[in-house]
């Protein structure tokens, strides 16, 4: 079955260090999203790519960067991680632009300490 | 900049009793979505509204769509514990945003 997988799933880093977290999808999606989750805010847009070497900056890019070299997947790394980006990080893939839900990854929880 | 609101935040209902999320938003839009977050988990689709007045149901859940007022609702009938969960509603213009999120809490 298609799915979109996250790793790692669990991730306790130092502040100033470079992360990356990885996202995979096997739907061969050309819509991809980070988001990530903190209480009170719902889901906030990371940065979103709509094919391969497209990547554009949502609500809270700061800090972050992507890159989509392929289909399926889109890395998100942290510059230098900082405590404000401790959160729920979550992966998403959509077929076409504005008319198909999303499918989401099942989390990467960040602690940066 | 487009912002969705979710009300309420937070909904604490008895089984067997109906109830209306609304989620509103600030931006020209006919695509929205609902999904559901348990506890934990991540997030899965319930319902895609892509034209004004669309309507989509499933079991005990009612999703609307009213484009020209900017507003969708969520309609829950004769809720049971197992619709307990946090509800979100997500507006696509050039790229999906979410609102807060509602959750819910379904007490015998």
């Known amino acids: 079955d298609a799915e979109i997988t996250q790793s790692p799933r669990h991730k306790i880093t130092e502040t100033g260090r470079q992360v990356t977290l990885a996202c995979h999808q096997t739907?061969?999606?050309?819509?991809m999203f980070w988001y990530r989750q903190d209480l009170g805010h719902g889901l906030r847009l990371i940065h979103y790519?709509?094919?391969?070497?497209?990547?554009n900056k949502g609500e809270v890019s700061d800090g972050y960067s992507v890159s989509r070299s392929n289909t399926e997947d889109l890395p998100l790394t942290l510059e230098s991680a900082a405590s404000s980006q401790t959160s729920v990080y979550f992966c998403?893939?959509?077929?076409?632009?504005?008319?198909?839900?999303?499918?989401f990854g099942q989390g990467t929880r960040l602690t940066v300490v | 900049e487009l912002k969705v609101e979710q009300n309420p935040l937070f909904l604490s209902m008895q089984e067997g009793k109906n109830y209306t999320i609304y989620c509103n938003y600030s931006?020209?839009?006919?695509?929205l979505y609902w999904y559901r977050q348990d506890p934990g988990k991540s997030l899965e689709s319930l319902f895609v509204?892509?034209?004004?007045?669309a309507v989509k149901q499933e079991g005990r859940l009612m999703a609307s769509l009213d484009t020209k007022a900017r507003l969708s609702t969520l309609h829950i009938t004769a809720a049971v514990h197992d619709l307990s969960a946090t509800y979100f509603c997500?507006?696509?213009?050039?790229?999906?945003?979410f609102g807060a999120g509602t959750r819910l809490t379904v007490k015998p």
């Open positions: 739907w061969n999606h050309n819509n």
């Open positions: 790519s709509y094919g391969v070497h497209d990547t």
């Open positions: 931006t020209t839009s006919d695509r």
């Open positions: 997500a507006v696509d213009i050039n790229d999906m945003r």
């Open positions: 509204l892509l034209s004004n007045g």
């Open positions: 998403a893939s959509s077929e076409y632009r504005g008319s198909t839900e999303a499918f």
